[in-house]
Every structure is written in C-alpha cells, then in structure tokens.
C-alpha cells in the first residue's frame, strides 16, 4: 500500500502468471505455450523487419496484418481487430462493451484474467457454476446481465462447447455482447468466426500465442460485427494506437501466411496429447476431454499440490490452481514427445 496510490490501484488484486524460470533445464509445462518454434519464415520476416525502419511508428491500423487475417478467415477487413496479445483484446473489450451498470457473467471455473479485468474497469461479476462434468450450460447464462465472456475451449478444464450452445447463448442474449475467447480452439474446436454473420454481438477472440508458437511475440485478433470492431478501435486510440510494434506485425503477417507449418504443428501437438491421455487413463488418473494443448487431470488416490511439488523437484513444471474445486488438479501442457516422455517417467516414480 503506497500513499500515492489511487482508490482504484489500492483496490486491485492484479493476476499472477505461471512462472517463468530463467533456469532452462525444466520441462516446462506450465503455462501452455507450444513446444515448437514458430515457423522459420516468422523468424526471417522478424530479421528483415530489423532494420533502419525502425525508427519510425508502425502502422496504427496493422492494415498488413489485418488484412492477412480478414482473408484468411474470409471476412471483410473491416470485421477485424489486431492487438497485442488477447489479454490486451480482451481488456479492450471489456472497457468497449461492458456496462457497469449490470453483471458481466463467466464461468466459475475459467481464465482468471476476467477477474481481474473486470475489477479495473469496475464491473460487477457473477460467476456461472460449471456442472459436475466441468461443462458450461448455457441454460444457467440465463440471468439478468450486461456481457458474457466464455474461452472455448475453457481453461483450465479444456472442455470444448458445441457450436450449437454457442448459437443458443448468442440468440439468448441479443442485446449483450458475448465474447468467445479461442485462445485454444485450433487444437480440435470449431471456430464460432462462422457465426458472426449471424450474430453482431459475437466477439471472436483468439492469439497467435498458442497454435502459432508464438506467446513472446504478443499478436491476438478479435472478429466481428463491424460495429464491435468500431468499438474496439475507440478504445484502442484512446489508449495507444501504436499497440503492435513494426517487427511483430512483420512476424505475425508471416505466421499467418504459413498454413502448412501451423498445420503440421498443431497436429503433432494433438497427437501426443491423445498419447499421452492414455497414459495418463492407465495410470489411474482421471482425465478430461481436452480439445486444448493442455490436459486436466487428477488423480484418484494422491493429492495434485503432492504431485505438483514431487514433479517440480524432477524438473517438470505444471501448474496447480489452490481454488475451490479444482485442487484436486493439474494442469500440463503438452510438449514435445521427449518432455512428455520425461514427464510420464517422472509420474510413475511419483503415483
Ligand atoms: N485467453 C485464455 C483462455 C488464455 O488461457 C490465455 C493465455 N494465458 C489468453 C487468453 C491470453 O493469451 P495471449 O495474451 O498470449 O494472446
């Protein structure tokens, strides 16, 4: 606490992210980033982009970028936003679309930025219980509100909602904005960008930080009605209209354009995530449907903080969450087939 604090900052309970250890001899799998590099042409437009330019602001709009995403996608460039990073989106969208005036609903049991989000910009939360099988049911969103924000996949659970709810919850709140955030969907979802025609209080957020390799790069998009992309644009040029910096659109433009490397990661991603779920069955753990690149798991006889703490002294870093319900779980990201080897190894000297 600090006298020169205002009201607001006093108030805050700002997030803690995963840990990231400078000792790079730890399997990490903490915090969900892919294992892979990002694609090697990512990397040569980000050295090309090094040059003398630099000295100038880059483009406000992140036109290049944003038409590279509009065209992949097959929308209008105008149904687009880039930013840096769907945490810094998903604050736009939050201080654009929500009314304090009313209760924004997520998830109990989601990402726990939203929280903390919904704190700065003074906005009341509740909070929407998860059934037992950890899915959302929408049926439950079905109270008086002013937005809604769910992942799809969730995270921490990486259960995937039907497209099918999407649309239900969209019909159901037409005067609301409802953001679903796919930081994850590209691991076996189906994207909910096809329903934006449909539905113009859809936001679509999702990252190049996880299917694209690129977490350090802080690239997000958000699509939509272009009256919610109008709003995400107010907010970002009374903000910093200079969100992306001149070597990470050049990378990112790069990241898009190669399909087939994003592709091939991703499928190596999927199939040791299935691999390793069997392992994980056959060694008594309770594991869910993931469609993200993490699993969540239990285990039926010992304690996820016991686990936590026998796999960190391996060198294996996952995360456990000390909250209401899940404390009984960790969640692992899937890495390489080497690290989930180790990781595998390591459990079996500790179950
Ligand atoms: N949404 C969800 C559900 C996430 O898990 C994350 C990553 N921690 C993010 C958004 C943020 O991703 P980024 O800011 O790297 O795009």
Redo the contacts with the bound molecule.
Sequence with gaps: MSKFWSPLTASLVPYVPGEQPKDKTYIKLN??ENPYPPSPKVIAAIKNAANADLRLYPDPTCEDLVKAAAAYYGLPAGQVFAGN????I?AFAFAAFFDPAKKLLFPDIT?S?YKVYAKLYGLRAELIPLDEQFQVRVEDFRVDNGGIVV?NPN?PTAELLPLDDIRKLLADHPDQVVII?E??IDFGGQSAIELIGDYPNLLVVQ?L?KSRSL?GL?V?FAFGSEELIEGLNRIKNSFNSYTIDRLALAGAVAAIEDDDYFKGTTAKVVATRERVTEQLLAMDFKVTDSKANFVFISHNRLEAQVIFQQLRDKGVLVRYFNQPRIDGYLRVSIGTDEEMDAFIQALQEIV
């Design positions: 915090t969900n990073g769907s945490d810094e998903l990402y930025f992942p995270a955030d930081a994850y990252t930080s977490a802080r997000g």
